[in-house]
C-alpha cells in the first residue's frame, strides 16, 4: 500500500511497521535479534510493527540496524537556495515562520496618515 498524505495517521503507522516487518524478515532477523542490534527492547519492536507509535530516536535506530537509515534523507530534503538570497538579500537561513497579517487591522488602502496610527 501506497503512503499518501490523505492516510490517516494510524494507517501510516501500520503501513510502516508492516514494511520494518518485512525488512526484518527479509534479513533473516527474529525480533530479538533486530532490538539487539537496534538498542531497543524486543517489546518496542513487537509495538512498531503492530503499528503503535515509537519514539523516534527508537525508529532511527531500528532503520540504522535494518540499513534503512540513508532513506532518512528522502524524509525531510533540504531546502533550496532561492534566487533572491543568490543576490545577497540575506544570507542566513529563516528559521521562523511570519505569522499571518489579520485584514481586520488592515486600512483599506493599506496605509494610514501618521496622526491616525
Keep these: 500500500m501506497k503512503i499518501s498524505q490523505t492516510m490517516p495517521e494510524v494507517a501510516m503507522l501500520e503501513e510502516l511497521g508492516r514494511r520494518a516487518q518485512q525488512q526484518r524478515v527479509g534479513q533473516n532477523l527474529t525480533q530479538r535479534q533486530l532490538a539487539d542490534a537496534a538498542g531497543v527492547s524486543p ?5 512498531f510493527e503492530a503499528g503503535s507509535p515509537i519514539q523516534l530516536d527508537k525508529f532511527v535506530r531500528i532503520l540504522r540496524a535494518l540499513r534503512l537509515s540513508d532513506n532518512l534523507d528522502q524524509l525531510i530534503p533540504e ?4 534566487p ?3 543576490i545577497g538579500a540575506k544570507t542566513g537561513h529563516r528559521q521562523r515562520a511570519s505569522s ?3 485584514a481586520a487591522n488592515a ?3 493599506g496605509w494610514v496618515w501618521g496622526d491616525k496610527a
Excluded: F, G, V
Aim: charged share 40%.
Design 79 to 82: 531546502s533550496d537556495i532561492r
Design 84 to 86: 533572491l538570497q543568490l
Design 43 to 47: 517489546r518496542t519492536i513487537e509495538r
Design 107 to 109: 486600512s483599506p488602502s
Design 100 to 102: 499571518r497579517r489579520h
